[in-house]
């Protein structure tokens, strides 16, 4: 799992910035996040050998995120220290979930293609790509595919800033959320060009569909849960699809990958924080009701 790990700082406000009054803060919590992380933290929970793929700055903040992720299970031992600051992440949350980003400090972009060795890829079944440096990103599908390796990416909000042409076109199977499927599809797949690859559409509350290059589709519907805080409901989703669409080598019970990846969004919707504690217990309850 490929990406940014930062720091991140959760104001919990009445009401998020822009409204008519101030906001009054009501809480403050401190997590490791960033979207890499989320998703590996996700992976793992639900049973999966998880290597993750970034850098950090050596710094407290850097420490403890590294802490954090060794001890969810994930694999740290590819992470770069970099002689930067850990990026800090300033998020808002209102009472009913919804998340702003106030802004970002530091951070670092250390990790390189470079920095990946070969017995990682070998020894592994998929690459998952979040928002990172682009050229990075499309290097690394590219070594990805050399061993072998499906790739998926979610390339999250910064679709908007930058461009993810190369590791799209590189990608297998693409996560977007509503506001980064427009960006998405017209920019980079383009209706002429057909689907090439598997492209999974998130609807917050209402769940998610999926439609496949031969023309396979499937819909769910998201699973009623009191939001609390939508930061990292992406990064679960992806979690819990991947940990379905890897199951087994038969062909995907596309179904299922969006059944246990709503319940894995919903999870995340429900908790305070950006990794909630996933687990197949949770899971299992929620697709029974
Ligand atoms: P992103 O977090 O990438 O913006 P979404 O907001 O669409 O993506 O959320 C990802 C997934 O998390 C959704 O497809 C859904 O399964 C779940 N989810 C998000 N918000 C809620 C909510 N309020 N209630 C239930 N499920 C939610």
Redesign the pocket.
Known sequence: CAGHVNWDVTLSVDRLPGADAEATITDQSQSCGGSASNAATGLAALGNDTTILGSVGDDENGHLATRALDSAGVDCDPLVVADTETAVKYLVVDPA?EVAVLGNEGGNEAFGADDLDDAILAAADHLHLTSQDPDTAAELADRAHDHGLRVSF?P??RIDARDFTAPLARSDLV?V????ASTAIEDHFGPADGLDKTVVL???????EVLTPCGHYASHD????E?VD????????AAGFLTAWLDGDAEPDFDRCLAV??????L???VRGPSPPLSWDRIEDLLDT
């Open positions: 979930g979610d999250g909000r996560f959320n509503e506001r980064e998130k609807h917050g509350a209402a769940g998610a998201g699973f009623p849960v939001a939508t930061t990292g409901a992406g990064d679960a989703f990846a709503n319940a894995c969004g919903a995340a919707a429900g």
